[in-house]
């Protein structure tokens, strides 16, 4: 059961480049969500989905963009990246239209340098 | 808003001693409230949860009690394991902003020495 699934796992990027970040899970859920992970600061909401077609913005979304075109993928956006950029993100998944008791499902993360 | 206080890391113990990991929180309405185990290089993992007051959730080992009256969740082990060296982050759900809204502590780093 592969579950969460992100690409790439590793990145490394110049001052400016833009990339996408790809998430797919296989788990039918509804929501899905893209966090990135700093030290000392735990994991910050950038964007989140509540179902096919929808977007909406987190805590920290700017500099990103998303899509979810498919119920099962959720692609984040670096138009034109930044050092403070450099982090690790996380995307999720989860059955959040059943209720808030509903635990997310993480990917194993995509570690992001901008150089 | 929501919010998740930890207490800070890393903290270090010896194999088969208690573990207690605090964790409280202040929340507007009814969330629940998670445990998440983070191994190195990996994604989180739900660790247990726990839905309303006084509920306790438990999962290999490691015990959290669902305490409305000090807005606490702390994480117990009786005897820790090299094996749950790793980073546990609390964190609680609500639906206060429309949407399945997780707001996550700082994380605690263990460290299980043989």
Known sequence: NAGVTQTPKFRVL????????????DM???????????????L?????SVGEGTTAKGEVPDGYNVSRLKKQNFLLGLESAAP???SVYFC???YGDRGPNQPQH???GTRLSIL | GDSVTQMEGPVTLSEEAFLTINCTYTATGYPS??????????????????????DKG????????????????????????????AVYFCALSDHSGGYQKVTFGTGTKLQVIP
């Open chain 2, 58 to 85: 438990s999962n290999k080992g490691f015990e959290a009690t669902y305490r409305k009256e000090t807005t606490s969740f702390h994480l117990e082990k009786g005897s820790v394991q090299v094996s749950d060296s």
């Open chain 1, 28 to 42: 039918n859920h509804e929501y899905m969500y893209w966090y990135r992970q700093d030290p000392g600061m735990g």
């Open chain 2, 33 to 54: 409230l998670f445990w998440y185990v983070q191994y190195p290089g990996e994604g989180l993992q739900l660790l247990l949860k726990a839905t309303k007051a006084d």
């Open chain 1, 44 to 48: 910050r909401l950038i964007h989140y």
């Open chain 1, 92 to 94: 999720a998944s989860s």
């Open chain 1, 14 to 25: 110049k001052t400016g480049q833009s990339m996408t970040l790809l998430c797919a899970q």
């Open chain 1, 84 to 86: 403070s950029q450099t």
């Open chain 1, 106 to 108: 993480f990917g194993d």
